[in-house]
């Protein structure tokens, strides 16, 4: 028998067929919680995975914006999509959240933590309230989320878990200095958590984005988002529909040995 032989039968072994491929970015039949559900990269991933055949919460605590979103996802994608406020730096918010979606939609397959905040300063010129309110939600909140909704993926050994942090848990940046340190946190949060739900086939990873047009970063003023891209080896700013690859990637079979992984979507920021 020759090599090529011997790696063709390899592969027949592993099922490797056209359907099996089309099917790898498939979320048919999976529930998705998406915390931030209501913002630019959240809602951009919860339409993501609807299209891609995904029941969605979306937990956010802008609670008119995810209920209109909820309607218009629901009726564009014909999937069951619900909106739950929540204030994810709440222990109580996050549990009662959680049961009505357990209750309402079913247990959760794909858990996206995407809730977040920034306050941009330096270091020296914040309050320790400031400080505590960037770790409630952004390390706090998704250890919440996590801690239960990782319990029931233990038992029903299968989950996919996305920790959205950002490229400054890798590089410095400078006045970020809580959102950084806290978005580092959640990096480590997340190997750590890999390692302990791998053997209960439950897969944590991370996605580290760049620069995105959201809410978030049209904060900053035009001439801060103009060197921004300028900055970035693309040359702009990434846009939210970007994350939705990534995110499906990381969701669905597309990964399914990939653990403990951070995926930066940055457009070349960290290569430099
Ligand atoms: N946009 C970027 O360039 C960028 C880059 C790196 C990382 N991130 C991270 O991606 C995630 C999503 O950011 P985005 O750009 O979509 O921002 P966004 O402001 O558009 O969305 C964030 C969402 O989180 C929700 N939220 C904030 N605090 C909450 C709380 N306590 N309880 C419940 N919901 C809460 C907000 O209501 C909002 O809908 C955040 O974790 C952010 O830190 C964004």
């Given at each position: 028998m020759t090599k090529l032989d011997d790696s063709a039968n390899r592969a027949m072994q592993d099922d490797i067929s056209a359907e099996s491929v089309r099917r790898l970015c498939d979320l048919s039949g999976k529930t998705a919680y998406i915390t931030g559900g209501g913002g630019g990269l959240g809602s951009a991933i919860a339409w993501g995975f609807a299209h891609a055949g995904a029941d969605i919460v979306l937990l956010d605590k802008q609670a008119e914006a995810i209920e209109e979103l909820a309607g218009l996802m629901s009726t564009q994608t014909r999937r069951k999509v619900i909106a739950l406020p929540v204030d994810i730096a709440q222990e109580e918010s996050v549990e009662a959240a959680l049961q009505t979606a357990r209750q309402a939609v079913?247990?959760?397959d794909v858990l996206v933590n995407g809730a977040g905040h920034n306050i941009r300063k330096p270091l020296v010129d914040f309050s320790v309230d400031e400080f505590n309110s960037l770790y409630a939600v952004h390390v706090q909140g998704a250890f919440l989320t996590c801690r239960t909704v990782g319990a029931r993926m233990r038992e029903r050994r299968s989950g996919s878990i996305i920790n959205i942090t950002s490229i400054t848990a890798h590089v410095g940046i400078e006045n970020v200095s809580a959102y950084a340190s806290a978005k580092g946190a959640l990096l480590q949060m997340t190997k750590t958590l890999a390692l302990e739900m791998a053997p209960w086939n439950v897969r944590v990873n991370a996605i580290s984005p760049g620069y995105i047009e959201t809410p978030l970063t049209l904060q900053h003023a035009p001439e801060v988002r103009e060197r921004v891209a300028r900055d970035t080896p693309m040359g702009r700013m990434g846009r939210p529909s970007e994350i939705i690859g990534p995110a499906l990637f990381l969701a669905s079979?597309?990964?399914?040995?990939?653990?403990?992984a951070s995926l930066v979507v940055d457009g070349g920021w960290t290569a430099v």
């Open positions: 079913g247990e959760c079979e597309s990964a399914s040995f990939v653990t403990g």
